[in-house]
Every structure is written in C-alpha cells, then in structure tokens.
C-alpha cells in the first residue's frame, strides 16, 4: 500500500517566519508534487520534481521553494511566511509515467 | 479562463437517485482525464479514469467527449456514502508531468 506522509497536519506561523513542509513518499516513486487547495480554487500546483535534486516551477512557485535530496522525500519551504499563503497544502507522488497521483493527508498551515 | 472547471454545486440529491456533473477543459491537446473524491478534510483519491469510448464501474460511469471538451460522471443509485466533492482532472499536453484539477463538485446524499 503506497503511503505519502507529511510532518504535519496542523502548522501556525507567524508572518516572516520561514517554514519547511515535509513530505515523504515509501514506494520509491519518481515524481512528487506540491499543491496548494483554497476553497472556490482547487489544487493549484506549486513545485514538482521528477528526480532528485531536479525541480520544475508548477502555476504558483512565487513565494516558495522546494528541495529533494533524497528521493522518498519533498520538502517545501516558504522563505518568509505571509498571511497569503494561509492554505491547505497537500502533497503527491506518483511512479515514473503512471497517472494516479497519491497525496498525503495534507498539512492545514495557518499565517498570523 | 481556468483549465478546468467544473460547477461547485451542492448537488443535494435523495438516496436512490441519479445525479450527473460535468467537467469542461481549455486545453485541446489534454491527453488523460480522471475523477478524483475527496472525503471532508481529507485528501483527494482516484475514483475512475475516463477513456474516450466512455467507462462504467459499479454505479459509477465516465464519459469523455473530445469534440466538445467536456468529461461527465454518472451516478446511479446513490448513497449516503457517496456524499463527497468530485474533482474533474486532466493531464495535460506534451511536457506537462502534473495534473490540472477543477475546484470540485459537492454532493450531498440525504436519506
């Protein structure tokens, strides 16, 4: 059974704070993914990577950054957290040219 | 104009009923379309793909039309179960890896 798990569920940060979001895949999947879902606006793609240390800018890259080092693991970091960026942020992987995307259960970042 | 759109709905239906939504896209050269369900504060799963001769799983059928860029779901016989928001998702053309999601349609089952 694929399992996509993030550090958190739950995050509140302060505005100017820097935030890692974590994301770590156990089934060796090539690509990982980044969204962020707002009500009225869907998932919206942020970062991808299809290999590690290799990452491409999805719809809305500005205001984060992404690493993967590792292959099992996708990290997402917000440089200096503002009240935008308030979302529920949800990661996803999937294996070489497959299409079905697993996420992970999401992680609800709140920016006071 | 966003790739995917879909109406939010709800759609408040009885058990038993039928109910059908609809997906439009802009982009022509979109290669691969999906269903995804995601449950209230939970993460979005894969329901069904969706082929061009149309499929059907369960009470569940999918539908692609091409000419006119639309994707349809089909639900027979709800129940309460089914209570989800439905996301319409495509796979774009040449060079786009990621998927483009709709913003979902709500549907609600009540007894």
């Known amino acids: 059974d694929v399992k996509v798990t993030q550090s958190s569920r739950y995050l509140v940060k302060r505005t100017g704070e820097k935030v890692f979001l974590e994301c770590v895949q156990d089934m060796d999947h090539e690509n990982m993914f980044w969204y962020r879902q707002d009500p009225g606006l869907g998932l919206r793609l942020i970062y991808f990577?299809?290999?590690?240390?290799?990452?491409e800018k999805g719809d809305i890259p500005e205001g984060y950054s992404v690493s993967r080092e590792k292959k099992e693991r996708f990290s997402l970091i917000l440089e200096s957290a503002s009240t935008n960026q308030t979302s529920m942020y949800l990661c996803a992987s999937i294996p070489g040219t497959a299409y079905e995307q697993y996420f992970g259960p999401g992680t609800r970042l709140t920016v006071t | 104009r966003k790739e995917v759109e879909q109406d939010p709905g709800p759609f408040n239906v009885p058990e038993g009923a039928t109910v059908a939504f609809n997906c439009t896209y802009s982009n022509s050269a979109s290669q691969s379309f999906f269903w995804y369900r995601q449950d209230c504060r939970k993460e979005p799963k894969l329901l069904m793909s969706v082929y061009s001769s149309g499929n059907e799983d369960g009470r569940f059928t999918a539908q692609l039309n091409r000419a006119s860029q639309y994707i349809s779901l089909l639900i027979r016989d709800s129940k309460l179960s089914d209570s989800a928001t439905y996301l319409c998702v495509v796979k774009g053309g040449a060079g786009r890896r990621a998927l483009t999601f709709g913003s979902g349609t709500r549907l609600q089952v009540q007894p």
């Open positions: 990577s299809y290999d590690v240390k290799m990452k």
